[in-house]
Every structure is written in C-alpha cells, then in structure tokens.
C-alpha cells in the first residue's frame, strides 16, 4: 500500500468541516495510519512548503497554515497519493470536479480546504515530517 499525507487545512477546520472530511477519507478507502490535531508554528509550516520559498505566495501560505488548528492525516491505501487528489480535486476550488472536497469545502487557491501529497515519495517525506519521532 501506498502512503500519502492529508492535512484538513485551518479554513476547512474552522468552518466545522473537520468531521466530514474524516468521514469522506473513511468512506473512500484509506487507512488513517496516524492522525493529530496541531497548530502549525511558521517555522512548522515554512519548513513543510520549503518547495514553495520563492513563489510569490509563500508568505501568504504560512500565515494562513499557521493561522489556526489543522489536522494532519497519515493515510494508506492502493494508489493513495492519487485517489487522495482525485478526492480532494484542483488546487483552486473553482476548478474543482462536482463533489470534491475542495469543491464541497474550499474557497479559493488559499484557502482550499485540504492539502495531499504530490506524489508517493513525497507522501512518505511528508508523512515522517509530522509523524517521524
Ligand atoms: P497545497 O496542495 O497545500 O500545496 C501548496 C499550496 O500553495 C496549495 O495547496 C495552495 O493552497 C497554495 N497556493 C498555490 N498557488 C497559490 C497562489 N497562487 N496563491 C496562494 N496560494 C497558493
């Protein structure tokens, strides 16, 4: 099986829509193998969207990561790091198929609900960057 990680992001968390997306993962397939609610310190997150320093929107994107509670979600599955991002659907809600959680949840590209690994080694990076002790 396959390991990616999810992150129920601090928009989608403060809406309420934590239990649903639980939920959603459940219904889906995937094993959570490690779940933990956590506020994200801007060291935390800037170290986590590294990929991301140079983009304009970095600094954006921390202060939203680390602007409240999130959950961060280790998950299993056959082809989990592509399953997760069909679930969740485009980085930018509007663009997001019907029903996906990011259509369901997200509002824009910021504020898009959820994050998913981008490919299956960066699903294991990911994951022990939250989980390793
Ligand atoms: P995520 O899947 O967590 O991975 C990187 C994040 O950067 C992405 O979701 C978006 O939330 C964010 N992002 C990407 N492009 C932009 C943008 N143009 N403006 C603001 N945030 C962005």
């Known amino acids: 099986m396959e390991t990616t990680l999810a992150i129920i992001k601090p928009d989608a968390y403060k809406n309420g829509h934590a239990g649903k997306i639980i939920d959603r993962i459940i219904e889906e397939g995937f094993i959570i193998n490690h779940m933990k609610q956590l506020l ?14 140079d983009r304009p929107f970095f600094g954006e994107l ?11 979600l280790s998950l299993k599955r056959e ?16 663009e997001a198929d019907k029903g996906t959680i990011r259509d369901l949840y997200g509002t824009d590209t910021g504020n898009n609900a959820v994050h998913g690994s981008d490919s299956s080694e960066n699903g294991i990076i990911e994951s022990n960057y939250f989980f390793k002790e």
């Open 62 to 72: 921390v202060d939203f990561m680390s602007s409240g509670n999130c959950v961060v």
């Open 79 to 94: 082809n989990a790091v592509s399953k997760w991002r069909e679930v969740i659907g485009a980085t930018n809600p509007e």
């Open 40 to 53: 994200l310190s801007k060291k935390k997150a800037e170290g986590f969207y590294e990929v991301h320093k």
